[in-house]
């Protein structure tokens, strides 16, 4: 589910991509690529212009996997999110 989200995100499908990266995080929220799986929501949404869920998004990432590298690139992107 991560590398076809991967794979919408770079055909700009990001609707698609929010879907199948939302399905590996609600299906296995213990795989090491679920907090990469919510960045890549949160950028899907940025893409969208809809700025507000991504920053919710981070949020959630943030407090669901605050140790991830994910978490530490969440950071930096929430300073962009403004």
Do not use: H
Request: with cysteine; net charge positive; charged share 25%.
């Amino acid at each position: 589910m991560f590398w076809l989200g991967n794979s919408q995100y770079g055909l700009r499908q990001y609707k698609e991509a929010i879907a199948s990266f939302r399905s590996l995080v609600t299906s296995n929220p213990d795989s090491a690529k679920a907090p990469e799986a919510m960045l890549a929501i949160a950028n899907c949404q940025a893409e969208l212009k809809d700025t507000k869920a991504a920053r919710k998004t981070i949020d959630d990432l943030l407090k669901t996997y605050p140790k991830s590298e994910a978490a530490q690139a969440g950071r930096e992107r929430l300073a962009s999110l403004k």
